[in-house]
Structure formats: structure tokens, C-alpha cells
T-cell receptor, first 113, second 113 residues
């Protein structure tokens, strides 16, 4: 157990729908990162939050959004889902703003039918 | 911009044989380099990292990697493979801003008895 908790582990939904993925960082960590892992794109950085504020943005689609709450948990919202959004979504956390000490969760597998 | 190339999407070795997984990087600044391992249905686990100092880095489970600036390489090795080493391995470089890891496409290691 890495200490980073992601829910749900698996999610199946239909095109056009909206889902929310949740992440609780490791105790004491202030930063949360979201990554998407797909067969064609590999591991892609989506977005980072630090202590409630957006810190860095990667290849995140406009249909996707995220936020980090005062208790430091984070949610990734995916809307108007397409077949190509099917992927494994990882959350990682780190103690501060640097990504050189990342701890990953087990991931949420999203299947869009 | 930083990037990582992993040579060989699939490597097969026999139990007890040398493991060599290749990684080349591109970076406009002195790189911070990482190797992560992903076991089936699990998140990514840090094997080892290079930041500064000694170029030969030892990690968990008997793995090590050597940073070679002249070759822009950070290959991962293990003298003797175990069946339990079968997994997917990712090389990564820290982006220039220090806000995210940029991953290679990954190499799947198979170990046969």
C-alpha cells in the first residue's frame, strides 16, 4: 500500500457521460498529480495541484477538469466521454511542489463503451 | 524540452540471466532521471533515481542504473533475473520546471524459467 488512495478502481460508462475520479494523497503530502495511461499515448501528465491551487498543466483536454479540496484530496472530472478516453488514470502525490518524489496510487481504470 | 526513449518495448530473458533495459533521454538542463516498475494491476513503484553525484545508482530489488552524460543514457540493469521481476518498466525524466515526470513508453520484461 503506497498510501495514495484512488477510487473507484474500475468504472464502466457510456459515451457522452461524465465521471469523477477521486484521490487521497499520502499523509503529509501537499501536491497531487494526475496521469493518464493508455496503450497508444503511454503515461501522460495531465495536471498538478499544490495545497489547493493549480500548479502545472500538461496534456489535459478541455473536457477534463480537476480540483484539490481543503482536506487535500483531489477529484478529476471527465465529461462528454469518448471511446478514446478509456484508460488507466493514476494519481500521485509528493510532499511539496517538486515532482522528484512521487508516490503513485493503484489507478482507476475507466472503460467507455 | 525533455523527452525519454526506451529502446525495445519487450525484453525477454531467462531466469538467472542479465537484465538490461535501455533508456535514452533528451534534456536541455542537467537531468533528474528515474526508473519505475509497474506490476500487473498495480501503480508505479520507484526503483531508483539519479539527481546529482554518483553516476551509478543502486535501487531496490537488486537493480541499478548508470547515468552516462556523454551517451545521454540511463540504462537499467540487474545481474540475475528472477521470475518476480516480470513487469513493465518505465524510464522518466523530470521536466525543466520540476513540476512533472515525463515518461518513456515502457518496456515489458518477461522472465522464463
Amino acid at each position: 500500500d503506497s498510501g495514495v488512495t484512488q477510487t473507484p478502481k474500475h468504472l464502466i460508462t457510456a459515451t457522452g457521460q461524465r465521471v469523477t475520479l477521486r484521490c487521497s494523497p499520502r499523509s503529509g503530502d501537499l501536491s497531487v498529480y494526475w496521469y493518464q495511461q493508455s496503450l497508444d499515448q503511454g503515461l501522460q501528465f495531465l495536471i498538478q495541484y499544490y495545497n489547493g491551487e493549480e500548479r502545472a498543466k500538461g496534456n489535459i483536454l478541455e473536457r477534463f477538469s480537476a480540483q484539490q479540496f481543503p482536506d487535500l484530496h483531489s477529484e478529476l472530472n471527465l465529461s462528454s466521454l469518448e471511446l478514446g478516453d478509456s484508460a488507466l488514470y493514476f494519481c500521485a502525490s509528493s510532499p511539496n511542489t517538486g515532482a522528484n518524489v512521487l508516490t503513485f496510487g493503484a489507478g482507476s481504470r475507466l472503460t467507455v463503451l | 524540452a525533455q523527452s525519454v526513449t526506451q529502446l525495445g518495448s519487450h525484453v525477454s530473458v531467462s531466469e538467472g540471466a542479465l537484465v538490461l533495459l535501455r533508456c535514452n533521454y533528451s534534456s536541455s538542463v542537467p537531468p533528474y532521471l528515474f526508473w519505475y516498475v509497474q506490476y500487473p494491476n498495480q501503480g508505479l513503484q520507484l526503483l531508483l533515481k539519479y539527481t546529482t553525484g554518483a553516476t551509478l545508482v543502486k535501487g531496490i530489488n537488486g537493480f541499478e542504473a548508470e547515468f552516462k552524460k556523454s551517451e545521454t543514457s540511463f540504462h537499467l540493469t540487474k545481474p540475475s533475473a528472477h521470475m518476480s521481476d516480470a513487469a513493465e518498466y518505465f524510464c522518466a525524466v523530470l521536466n525543466q520546471a520540476g513540476t512533472a515526470l515525463i515518461f518513456g513508453k515502457g518496456t515489458t520484461l518477461s522472465v522464463s524459467s
